[in-house]
Structures are given as structure tokens and as C-alpha cells.
């Protein structure tokens, strides 16, 4: 159980166009999704927290114009990067958070495969 | 900012071998969690501890929870090649109403036959 995927897996887009990367939890509702950047070599820094049906809570430095999230079912959140510029290149992870009588009251945090993005 | 500081960052040892990574903070967590990473691959959940004082044990691999709530440790027996990746430890805690998990910047593991 605890399952989350992502798609794609990888993209290569080009400078200036949208990308849409989503986030599913296959076997679990989650209430409450996050989105992290993983640079090489580097650990993960939180960039939103996604609430099912309402707006995201972004962390500091995060453009929330530039990285739209759309949370819109109980197992489906979306990142969206806008006019995607080569410094935007890099792992992006999503986790979703078992809020459940089985997970309680420790709600871990399960953790998608990851999506490379390149932007040339 | 809370921040965890994990150590080494590099640890690269002979299989058999005994290794400990430690994870330590100037903030109390609610609880903290250890996950492996491959490359290319999300985080796996290993564990979680919560207790002060908490030991867990999963197969060669130990997990101490400091009295505190501020700093954890992972102690892996006979490493074997199989244990390479990157070890990350993250706390969980309450900010702003929301809990969110604070990263460590991870020991990368390095087990060689």
C-alpha cells in the first residue's frame, strides 16, 4: 500500500513553454500533497504544500505564478511549470500524506518516483 | 529556520563493515523519519521515530531517536553492497498550521564488494 506515482517520468521542453507534471496517490486519499525540487547532489527543498480543494501554501522564494498547483481530487495533484526557463531544469518529487485511522497519528509522507525535467 | 545537519555527507566503506550517520538539530521534532534514495528514484520511507529514546531495528539497520526529539542516528551492521544510496533523515514539524518535513542534506553511501 502507499503508492504514489508520477508522469511523466521525464520531459524535455523547450525555453518558454508550459510543462504539467501530476501526482497520484494509487492505493490512498491524500488530503494533502507536497512538491519538492531536487537538485544534483543536493537534498530536497519543499517547494508547496497542495491542499485538496483549496489554494496551495508556498514556501518562501517559490513564484507561485510560475509553479501552478492544482489539487483538485483526493489522489491527484498537478504541477505546473510556466514558460519553463533553463534554471527551472531539475527532479522534481511529490509526496502524499496518508491522513487515515490506518496512518494515525503518525501521517508519513509517501514519496512519487520523481520527474526529470529539462528545459533546453 | 529549522535545520537538520546530517553527517558525514560522503561515507564510502569495504562490505562488512559497521557505519553510523548521524542527524542533528537545535529544534525539537515531532517526529523524524529516514529515507533511502536511488538515483533517479523518489525518496523510500525506512522509518519513523517519535519517541524520545526510541530505538527501532530494521534487519541490519538501527535507529536511535535522541532524548530530546533533536537528533536521530542510523547505524547499519555489516554493510553490504545492496545498502549503496543516499540516506536522508527529515523532521517532521508544525509550522504556520501545517506540518511540513524539514531535509536533511543526506549521507551518500557508498558500500563496495
Known amino acids: 500500500g502507499a503508492v504514489v506515482s508520477q508522469h511523466p517520468s521525464w520531459v524535455i521542453c523547450k525555453s518558454g513553454t508550459s510543462v504539467k507534471i501530476e501526482c497520484r496517490s494509487l492505493?490512498?486519499?491524500?488530503?494533502?500533497m507536497f512538491w519538492y525540487r531536487q537538485f544534483p547532489k543536493q537534498s530536497l527543498m519543499l517547494m508547496a504544500t497542495?491542499?485538496?480543494?483549496?489554494?496551495?501554501?508556498?514556501e518562501q522564494g517559490v513564484e507561485k505564478d510560475k509553479f501552478l498547483i492544482n489539487h483538485a481530487s483526493l489522489t491527484l495533484s498537478t504541477l505546473t511549470v510556466t514558460s519553463a526557463h533553463p534554471e527551472d531544469s531539475s527532479f522534481y518529487i511529490c509526496?502524499?500524506?496518508?491522513?487515515?485511522?490506518?496512518?494515525?497519528?503518525?501521517?508519513?509522507?509517501?514519496f512519487g518516483p520523481g520527474t526529470r525535467l529539462t528545459v533546453t | 529556520t529549522q535545520l537538520l545537519e546530517q553527517s558525514p555527507q560522503f561515507l564510502s566503506i569495504q562490505e562488512g563493515e559497521n557505519l553510523t550517520v548521524y542527524c542533528n538539530s537545535s529544534s525539537v521534532f515531532s517526529s523524524l523519519q529516514w529515507y533511502r534514495q536511488e538515483p533517479g528514484e523518489g525518496p523510500v520511507l525506512l522509518v519513523t521515530?517519535?519517541?524520545?529514546?526510541e530505538v527501532k531495528k530494521l534487519k541490519r539497520l538501527t535507529f536511535q531517536f535522541g532524548d530530546a526529539r533533536k537528533d536521530s542516528s542510523l547505524h547499519i551492521t555489516a554493510a553490504q553492497p545492496g545498502d549503496t544510496g543516499l540516506y536522508l533523515c527529515?523532521?517532521?514539524?508544525?509550522?504556520?498550521?501545517?506540518?511540513?518535513?524539514?531535509f536533511g542534506k543526506g549521507t551518500k553511501l557508498t558500500v563496495n564488494p
Open positions: 497542495s491542499n485538496e480543494g483549496s489554494k496551495a501554501t508556498y
Open positions: 527529515a523532521g517532521a514539524s508544525t509550522q504556520g498550521g501545517s506540518e511540513k518535513l524539514v
Open positions: 521515530v517519535v519517541t524520545g529514546g
Open positions: 509526496s502524499a500524506r496518508e491522513e487515515s485511522a490506518r496512518s494515525f497519528p503518525f501521517y508519513e509522507q509517501y
Open positions: 492505493d490512498f486519499q491524500a488530503t494533502t
